[in-house]
């Protein structure tokens, strides 16, 4: 299993950015995802998870209303648009999956939201 995020980098308060995780090595379009995030000193907290089906989604609190996670399966790609962000949205981004008790974890990619 290989999950590669991409797409972070430094952006205005306000402004947007759309992360990207490429899969491999299991049968995506089977397994729900899930993006977290990691802030310096603070626990990886779970920002949004979506079904197999791509079809239902959750957010947490703090994201709703301005990001939007999604899936093309046949790409083997989720994304998380964010839109709006704020500086507290500044984290390590992680890709998420897992098949049982076993948990996947890409490398993560830096959003950093500053003026």
């Known amino acids: 299993v290989q999950l590669v995020e991409s797409g972070g980098g430094l952006v205005q308060p306000g402004g947007s950015l759309r992360l990207s995780c490429a899969a491999s090595g299991f049968a995506f379009s089977s397994y729900a995802m899930r993006w977290y995030r990691q802030a310096p000193g603070k626990e990886r907290e779970l920002v949004a998870a979506i079904n197999s089906a791509g079809v239902n989604k959750n957010y947490a609190d703090s994201v709703k209303g301005r990001f939007t996670m999604s899936r093309g399966n046949a790409k083997n790609t989720v994304y998380l648009q964010m839109n709006s962000l704020k500086p507290e949205d500044t984290a390590v981004y992680y890709c998420?999956?897992?098949?049982?008790?076993?948990?996947?974890w890409g490398q993560g990619t830096q959003v950093t939201v500053s003026s």
């Open positions: 998420n999956t897992n098949s049982g008790p076993l948990d996947y």
